[in-house]
Nanobody, 122 residues
Framework: VQLQAFGGGLVQAGGSLKLSCEAS????????MAWYRQAPGKQRELVAS???????SYLDSVKGRFSISRDFAKNAVYLQMNSLKPEDTAVYFC?????????????????WGQGTLVTVSS
């Protein structure tokens, strides 16, 4: 599984960006798609998740501002980011994951894109 993320850039606070991620496989075969981010000196955190069989969920700090969506025909996932804040500055990573059972245990395979930098200036 290969993921190609793009769309990052420099934007002023209050502005918008839309990140895109194209997958090399049918995303419908994945358990879910997600966006993570990692700010300098901080751990990677889950920003938005779109499970195949459930509603999207969001990090509290981005609720109402960010929206994750999928295009199954294009095998793509998007992250629309509005009302951006300087604290949203980070490298954003596209994630695809697949859960499965092996020897009676639930396992998960994660696949990552290369990351795209979002910089929000104040």
């Amino acid at each position: 599984v290969q993921l190609q993320a793009f769309g990052g850039g420099l934007v002023q606070a209050g502005g918008s960006l839309k990140l895109s991620c194209e997958a090399s496989v049918k995303i419908m075969t994945m358990s879910g798609m997600a966006w993570y981010r990692q700010a300098p000196g901080k751990q990677r955190e889950l920003v938005a998740s779109a499970p195949i069989d459930d509603r999207p969920s969001y990090l509290d700090s981005v609720k109402g501002r960010f929206s994750i969506s999928r295009d199954f025909a294009k095998n793509a996932v998007y992250l629309q980011m509005n009302s951006l804040k300087p604290e949203d500055t980070a490298v954003y990573f596209c994630n695809a994951h697949k859960a499965y059972s092996s020897s009676g245990r639930l396992k998960r395979d994660d696949y990552w894109g290369q990351g795209t930098l979002v910089t929000v200036s104040s």
